[in-house]
């Protein structure tokens, strides 16, 4: 009998340490593993509540280590302006982040959440970062070498703030400047955005060689998971509507819209955001023909997708009517993560209904989770969650700012140059006793910036660190050289003033997405004015800071030099930089220079195009000293 007691007790103390060592030990915690045997492994151990809570991303604002852990959420985002205080340093970035990590780990599988937000042109929510030219000026560049390393310099300054995702490049072909994201655009050519897509490997690093097409990849902790956006066709809506309607057929939107998502799949993008906008009236979000069938099944994406801010409540009209219908839609179309950044209870609650009720099968509840975790296991999250301080120190860097300023030499377009090649006004010299600097962009780190800066639409104003072109100027001329600034001045005082010449810098005040849509493109007053009466008096240069081309035509015979600055971020330096002839310039255009609006719109290789200046179009200067 005691034999048998003690054999009972054996069993009993080997069925408790093997239940012990199977909680320490678990395939999905040992990264010696295969990533694919980690995942079978933990999607094995998960309930449908958890792997529910993994395809939801939710808004900072209500985000708290308690909800984190409460509801397993997969994924938090910063939506723009949603930072942890006005003007927060990296270290407050990074607590922030971190306090909802550790709600995370301590969820009863320990499922490492990401942290996403809109690092558009740098890392635009964060005070004091380094804020390159938006998209549209870095296509001028045509050097996807540089698109590589600001992406590269993107990267260590989000993850400064202890963030490992971020949801760029935009990809967008935009089609029509009356668009209010065409800055967000590298170009109208579909090749010129396919090879800024340099982004990508800026951001993420290099794939290894051999690396299997479709595959995620995120190279360590100094590099983030990337996002290509917005699948697909979102820059080809009628007139330009933000979330609208491209009417166009297959062929059209293979040969435009898609070659940009086949490069980025094999440079190993992460995530893809779906559009808001449909195709043939058909919304992306339920476009199961193109986000299963295409991307994942023919493209052979790996990574996951995941759906626009709200975007599953705006496949109805009004938003967010019969909200469980438009889940089930989304889900079933083949989106993984949904951002829901405000009503995630909602939507939890509507999922596993229909689950329940077999309106979604578990095959693709699991697919999304695989998708996700798969992301998650190749970035390294689940071996460091958590992030430290020691990466701070690349926020704003000098090297970056360097960098910066680079680009924006780069993606500086001379339109004019004088009356003629041998009449040029530029370089201008450095050397003179007055020089006049007019206009309301001269002097406006915010309106240099534009859009998603330090907020969603961007503001006016000195925002954050940088430097103004006016202050570039001033940097740049010899110190007798004396520089007035004026707005808008009138034409008494341009006559009683003897300049020798004048720089203008106007453009379009910042805007975000539909807020940008303009039907008529033109400057904003008092732009014409200043241009009109600065230019009748004095040899001007018209510096334009604008997200697109913009109806500049009836003055161009009244202009002496005219430069397209785009959108050129904080290092205002790179303009007085190529101004001045320090450096040449050397952008091209990256969209086509429209005459009138009724042409619009008008594109490379269309049959009637008759354009102001055409699509690649850009004067070349020498520099005056060698660099």
Same mark, same amino acid.
């Given at each position: 009998?005691?034999?048998?007691?003690?054999?009972?007790?054996?069993?009993?103390?080997?069925?408790?340490?093997?239940?012990?060592?199977?909680?320490?030990?678990?395939?999905?915690?040992?990264?010696?593993?295969?990533?694919?045997?980690?995942?079978?492994?933990?999607?094995?151990?998960?309930?449908?509540?958890?792997?529910?809570?993994?395809?939801?991303?939710?808004?900072?604002?209500?985000?708290?280590?308690?909800?984190?852990?409460?509801?397993?959420?997969?994924?938090?985002?910063?939506? %723009?302006?949603?930072?942890?205080?006005?003007?927060?340093?990296?270290?407050?970035?990074?607590?922030?982040?971190?306090?909802?990590?550790?709600?995370?780990?301590?969820?009863?599988?320990?499922?490492? *959440?990401?942290?996403?937000?809109?690092?558009?042109?740098?890392?635009?929510?964060?005070?004091?970062?380094?804020?390159?030219?938006?998209?549209?000026?870095?296509?001028?560049?045509?050097?996807?070498?540089?698109?590589?390393?600001?992406?590269?310099?993107?990267?260590?300054?989000?993850?400064?703030?202890?963030? %490992?995702?971020?949801?760029?490049?935009?990809?967008?072909?935009?089609?029509?400047?009356?668009?209010?994201?065409?800055?967000?655009?590298?170009?109208?050519?579909?090749?010129?955005?396919?090879? *800024?897509?340099?982004?990508? %490997?800026?951001?993420?690093?290099?794939?290894?060689?051999?690396?299997?097409?479709?595959?995620?990849?995120?190279?360590?902790?100094?590099?983030?998971?990337?996002?290509?956006?917005?699948?697909?066709?979102?820059?080809?809506?009628?007139?330009?509507?933000?979330?609208?309607?491209?009417?166009?057929?297959?062929?059209?939107?293979?040969?435009?819209?898609?070659?940009?998502?086949?490069?980025?799949?094999?440079?190993?993008?992460?995530?893809?955001?779906?559009?808001?906008?449909?195709?043939?009236?058909?919304?992306?979000?339920?476009?199961?023909?193109?986000?299963?069938?295409?991307?994942?099944?023919?493209?052979?994406?790996?990574?996951?997708?995941?759906?626009?801010?709200?975007?599953?409540?705006?496949?109805?009209?009004?938003?967010?009517?019969?909200?469980?219908?438009?889940?089930?839609?989304?889900?079933?179309?083949?989106?993984?993560?949904?951002?829901? %950044?405000?009503?995630?209870?909602?939507?939890?609650?509507?999922?596993?209904?229909?689950?329940?009720?077999?309106?979604?099968?578990?095959?693709?509840?699991?697919?999304?989770?695989?998708?996700?975790?798969?992301?998650?296991?190749?970035?390294?999250?689940?071996?460091?969650?958590?992030?430290?301080?020691?990466?701070?120190?690349?926020?704003?860097?000098?090297?970056?700012?360097?960098?910066?300023?680079?680009?924006?030499?780069?993606?500086?377009?001379?339109?004019?140059?004088?009356?003629?090649?041998?009449?040029?006004?530029?370089?201008?010299?450095?050397?003179?006793?007055?020089?006049?600097?007019?206009?309301?962009?001269?002097?406006?780190?915010?309106? #240099?910036?534009?859009?998603?800066?330090?907020?969603? #639409?961007?503001?006016?104003?000195?925002?954050?660190?940088?430097?103004?072109?006016?202050?570039?100027?001033?940097?740049?001329?010899?110190?007798?050289?004396?520089?007035?600034?004026?707005?808008?001045?009138?034409?008494?005082?341009?006559?009683?003033?003897?300049?020798?010449?004048?720089?203008?810098?106007?453009?379009?005040?910042?805007?975000?997405?539909?807020?940008?849509?303009?039907?008529?493109?033109?400057?904003?007053?008092?732009?014409?004015?200043?241009?009109?009466?600065?230019?009748?008096?004095?040899?001007?240069?018209?510096?334009?800071?604008?997200?697109?081309?913009?109806?500049?035509?009836?003055?161009?015979?009244?202009?002496?030099?005219?430069?397209?600055?785009?959108?050129?971020?904080?290092?205002?330096?790179?303009?007085?930089?190529?101004?001045?002839?320090?450096?040449?310039?050397?952008?091209?255009?990256?969209?086509?220079?429209?005459?009138?609006?009724?042409?619009?719109? *008008?594109?490379?290789?269309?049959?009637?195009?008759?354009?102001?200046?055409?699509?690649?179009?850009?004067?070349?200067?020498?520099?005056?000293?060698?660099?």
């Amino acid at each position: 009998m005691a034999d048998i007691q003690a054999l009972l007790i054996g069993i009993v103390v080997f069925c408790c340490w093997a239940a012990m060592a199977d909680v320490e030990y678990a395939i999905y915690k040992d990264p010696e593993k295969p990533i694919n045997h980690r995942i079978k492994d933990l999607l094995n151990r998960m309930t449908l509540e958890e792997k529910i809570g993994q395809m939801v991303q939710i808004d900072q604002s209500r985000a708290s280590a308690e909800v984190m852990k409460n509801y397993y959420i997969g994924s938090i985002l910063s939506g %723009p302006g949603h930072v942890p205080a006005e003007k927060a340093s990296p270290e407050m970035w990074v607590d922030m982040v971190n306090d909802f990590q550790k709600g995370s780990l301590s969820s009863r599988l320990g499922i490492p *959440m990401i942290y996403g937000i809109d690092a558009l042109h740098g890392h635009n929510n964060v005070y004091k970062a380094t804020l390159f030219p938006h998209n549209i000026g870095l296509g001028a560049t045509r050097d996807p070498e540089l698109i590589k390393k600001v992406g590269a310099a993107t990267a260590l300054e989000v993850r400064a703030t202890g963030i %490992p995702y971020t949801f760029a490049p935009c990809i967008a072909v935009c089609r029509d400047p009356r668009w209010g994201r065409c800055y967000e655009s590298y170009s109208e050519d579909p090749k010129v955005v396919q090879a *800024m897509t340099e982004m990508i %490997p800026g951001l993420q690093g290099d794939l290894p060689a051999n690396y299997m097409k479709g595959v995620p990849y995120v190279a360590g902790k100094q590099k983030v998971a990337a996002c290509a956006k917005h699948f697909v066709g979102d820059g080809g809506t009628t007139k330009g509507i933000d979330e609208n309607n491209t009417v166009i057929n297959r062929h059209e939107l293979l040969s435009i819209h898609m070659p940009a998502y086949d490069t980025s799949i094999i440079k190993g993008v992460s995530t893809i955001m779906v559009s808001y906008s449909s195709w043939n009236s058909i919304k992306m979000h339920t476009n199961r023909d193109l986000v299963t069938g295409f991307l994942k099944d023919k493209m052979r994406f790996r990574g996951f997708v995941i759906s626009d801010w709200e975007g599953l409540d705006r496949i109805t009209s009004p938003p967010h009517k019969n909200y469980t219908h438009s889940v089930q839609e989304g889900v079933n179309a083949g989106i993984d993560m949904i951002m829901v %950044p405000l009503e995630y209870k909602e939507f939890i609650s509507d999922l596993t209904f229909l689950v329940k009720n077999n309106s979604i099968p578990m095959s693709r509840i699991d697919d999304a989770v695989k998708r996700i975790l798969r992301v998650k296991f190749m970035m390294g999250l689940f071996e460091n969650p958590l992030a430290d301080y020691s990466m701070t120190k690349y926020l704003g860097s000098q090297e970056h700012r360097e960098l910066a300023r680079e680009a924006v030499r780069k993606s500086l377009v001379l339109l004019k140059n004088g009356e003629s090649a041998d009449k040029p006004l530029i370089p201008l010299p450095k050397k003179e006793s007055k020089i006049l600097v007019a206009g309301s962009h001269a002097d406006n780190i915010g309106y #240099q910036c534009g859009g998603w800066t330090m907020g969603w #639409q961007g503001k006016s104003g000195n925002i954050t660190q940088g430097t103004t072109i006016l202050e570039a100027i001033r940097n740049t001329v010899d110190p007798k050289t004396v520089v007035t600034f004026r707005k808008n001045p009138d034409a008494e005082y341009l006559k009683s003033n003897n300049f020798s010449y004048a720089i203008v810098v106007v453009g379009e005040p910042p805007y975000a997405e539909w807020h940008g849509d303009n039907l008529n493109l033109t400057l904003p007053d008092p732009a014409p004015t200043v241009i009109t009466n600065v230019c009748a008096s004095v040899k001007c240069v018209v510096v334009l800071i604008t997200g697109r081309p913009v109806v500049i035509q009836p003055y161009v015979d009244q202009i002496d030099a005219l430069v397209a600055a785009w959108l050129p971020g904080t290092e205002g330096q790179g303009v007085a930089d190529v101004l001045f002839g320090d450096y040449g310039f050397s952008g091209k255009l990256p969209r086509t220079w429209f005459k009138t609006v009724d042409q619009l719109p *008008m594109n490379v290789g269309d049959k009637n195009y008759d354009p102001l200046y055409p699509f690649d179009y850009g004067l070349a200067t020498e520099p005056t000293k060698a660099k």
